[in-house]
């Protein structure tokens, strides 16, 4: 393995840890590295823990067989993967062997109304299993986006989403997550789904489809026409983590949701002042708009009650129950709260 890097104390640093290994190390080409033995593998995960971002960027790995002059070694650095990037297909090998398995499914969260923590819908988060585990849908999406999957990968989570909920949903509805950046031309792209939701008999004003705040920043004009798509198609559409990021308010006016999902860690946060502040802004920015509001995170029956008090309608956390394949419809822990709109429809 040669190692290429302008930076000199960055091959220092890669020659320490490989003689910490055991590892065969020479510099014969000013500017290069060149590493070999049994623990390569475990020099990638040093590597990976005491590199900057920036550091793991700039240098680059090649691994083929070793060129016979100067010139086709600069040759074959040049068109070499950064160690960034093999670090992160490294790290992520496990799930992105998952994602050539057929076994994927969903795992359903309840989201309730706050006045009585009766179930009103579910949250549906992709999960699949590798050798025995159970790998989660974080994993499972970084994986894909480091292999150029994420398109496949996020079509296989609106299915598997609807179909898996077909046969106990009712009349309850369902938020499926999707990546804007995953769907080009929606027309196109959303057939699948439109197709999933047909033959589960799943009627689409029972569909919230749901993505992050981040993914919306990313490309707001792009995402205004693939939630266009869907609010013609009979779906409505949340915003999720709302509150996370500095332009929430301008995207909450921008996107108009019908439901706005209250970031975890802010939640999670209160009673904090600065975070007070920002539930209470957002919550009545969105009441404003015709939007529920949703608080995620909720964990205790204090948090519940916080998040009560600032005017959120609809709360999800392990308080009310944990993902589960197959969820339990159990009748409702009655609590009265008076104020607190009734339905996922607001008005």
């Not at 104390?9 to 510099?27: I, K, Q, T, Y």
């Not at 027309?187 to 919230?208: F, H, K, P, Q, Y």
């Not at 500095?246 to 706005?260: C, D, F, G, I, N």
Request: net charge negative.
């Amino acid at each position: 393995m040669v190692l290429a890097s302008r930076t000199g104390h960055a091959l220092r640093m890669v020659g320490d840890a490989a003689r910490e290994l055991g590892l065969d190390v020479r510099r014969d080409v000013p500017g290069t590295l060149w590493v070999s033995g049994p623990g390569l593998p475990r020099l990638l995960e040093l590597m990976a823990d005491r590199f900057t971002a920036v550091e793991l960027r700039e240098m680059r790995l090649y691994s083929g067989p070793l060129p016979a002059s100067r010139d086709e070694l600069v040759s074959r650095l040049l068109g070499a993967p950064s160690l960034e990037a093999v670090v992160t297909r490294s790290s992520a090998a496990p799930a992105v062997r998952a994602l050539h398995a057929d076994r994927f499914f969903s795992y359903y969260q309840p989201v309730v109304r706050l006045a009585d923590e009766d179930v009103v819908a579910y949250e549906a988060l992709l999960r699949a299993e590798q050798d025995g585990q159970l790998v989660p849908g974080g994993d499972l999406f970084t994986a894909a986006e480091s292999a150029g999957w994420l398109h496949a990968l996020d079509r296989i989570g609106r299915e598997s989403a609807i179909d898996g909920a077909a046969a106990w949903l009712g009349d309850r509805e369902l938020f499926v997550n999707f990546n804007p950046t995953s769907i080009y031309r929606p027309e196109v792209c959303l057939r699948t789904t439109e197709r999933a939701a047909r033959r589960s008999g799943i009627d689409m004003d029972r569909l919230v489809f749901e993505v992050v705040e981040s993914h919306a920043v990313a490309d707001a004009d792009h995402l205004l026409g693939i939630l266009e798509y869907y609010r013609r198609m009979g779906a409505r559409v949340a915003l999720d983590d709302v509150g996370a990021g500095y332009s929430s308010l301008t995207l909450l006016a921008q996107v108009r949701p019908e439901v706005v999902k209250l970031d975890k860690a802010l939640v999670q946060a209160l009673p904090d002042a600065g975070a007070t502040a920002v539930v209470r802004a957002v919550t009545a920015l969105a009441h404003e708009l015709g939007a529920v509001v949703v608080a995620e995170g909720i964990e205790t029956e204090v948090t519940r009650d916080l998040v009560c008090d600032l005017g959120a309608d609809l709360g999800q956390g392990w308080l009310f129950g944990r993902p589960e394949a197959a969820p339990r419809l159990a009748t409702p822990r009655v609590k009265d709260r008076s104020g607190a709109t009734g339905t996922l429809r607001r008005g």
